[in-house]
């Protein structure tokens, strides 16, 4: 079989086209030309207009909305829960049982009984001591309670002044208490300079520097002793005041003890002295640190 020759193959295929060629008018070869560069025109519009949209979807989705103004939901970020502030446990409140009766204050050797008196008798709840330097309503707490004994005996006198006074305060928090508690010491430990610029004859002894602990219970109170003669009063009407302090959690008790005369025989802060009785304030301490906790 002859070998075809490439070069006649190429020329024949030429003469072909020549022959059967139908070449489009000039007119229609515009006119494909424009139509073809609408469409380029038609395609990269949509393409812009695709970015814009893929845009636009960011930034709505940044802002929370959705293209036609409403909440995205898949923008929306996620609420977590904010703990309640927990709310400040109340204060306690005093009640009457909180308070000491008559019972559980000890009997002066050769008393009768033990009232409590009238509450408008003797020195007001504000300033059971000469020693306090201001109210009690200084000292913040948010309720207290008052009550006052006497002891009775077939040679004193009716009932003039309470024997023995006692004042509980109720304060918000165990630190306010402590806080009261600091102040009242105070309070006592400048008492005989503070009653010697006022006027008062103010005896040294005992020594008022440092309290007496008196323990109670798991908890421990203290008490200081006064001697003074109030401006002008003669030696035979000298007073005698016992002041106890005891601090039982966010509640402060306070006992103020008074005698008149020329001396007070009868109890003794401290160790037991011969022919003393031991103080009252030991035994009404014990008790009231149970009733208060």
Not at 157 to 183: G, R
Request: aromatic residues 6%; hydrophobic residues 40%.
């Amino acid at each position: 079989m002859a070998e075809r020759d490439p070069l006649r193959e190429l020329s024949e295929l030429a003469q072909i086209g020549e022959q059967y060629a139908d070449p489009l008018p000039p007119g229609v070869v515009r006119a494909k030309g424009t139509q073809r560069r609408r469409r380029r025109h038609a395609l990269a519009t949509a393409a812009v207009a695709t970015v814009v949209a893929v845009m636009g979807g960011a930034v709505l989705s940044q802002t929370g909305l959705t293209p036609d103004n409403r909440p995205n939901p898949a923008a929306t970020p996620a609420v977590t829960a904010v703990p309640a502030t927990p709310t400040p446990t109340p204060a306690r409140r005093l009640t009457a049982d909180d308070l000491l009766t008559t019972a559980e204050v000890p009997l002066v050797p050769g008393a009768g009984r033990v009232v409590v008196t009238d509450p408008s008798v003797g020195r007001q709840p504000d300033q059971l001591s000469a020693c306090q330097a201001g109210s009690a309503e200084d000292l913040g707490a948010v309720q207290k309670l008052a009550r006052n004994f006497h002891q009775e005996s077939a040679d004193r006198p009716p009932v003039t002044s309470p024997d023995i006074y006692t004042l509980t305060l109720q304060f918000e928090s165990v630190s306010d208490a402590a806080a009261a508690l600091a102040t009242y010491t105070e309070w006592l430990r400048t008492c005989p300079s503070r009653l010697a610029q006022a006027g008062y004859e103010v005896s040294r002894t005992p020594d008022y520097r440092t309290p007496i602990p008196i323990p109670a219970g798991t908890t421990k109170g203290s008490a200081f002793a006064f001697s003074y003669l109030e401006p002008g009063a003669s030696e035979v009407d000298g007073t005698f005041e016992n002041v106890g302090l005891l601090p039982v959690e966010d509640r402060l008790l306070i006992l103020v003890r008074t005698v008149q005369g020329q001396d007070d025989n009868l109890y003794y802060l401290g160790d037991p002295v011969e022919g003393m009785t031991k103080h009252p304030f030991y035994a009404m301490m014990a008790t009231a640190a149970k009733k208060l906790a």
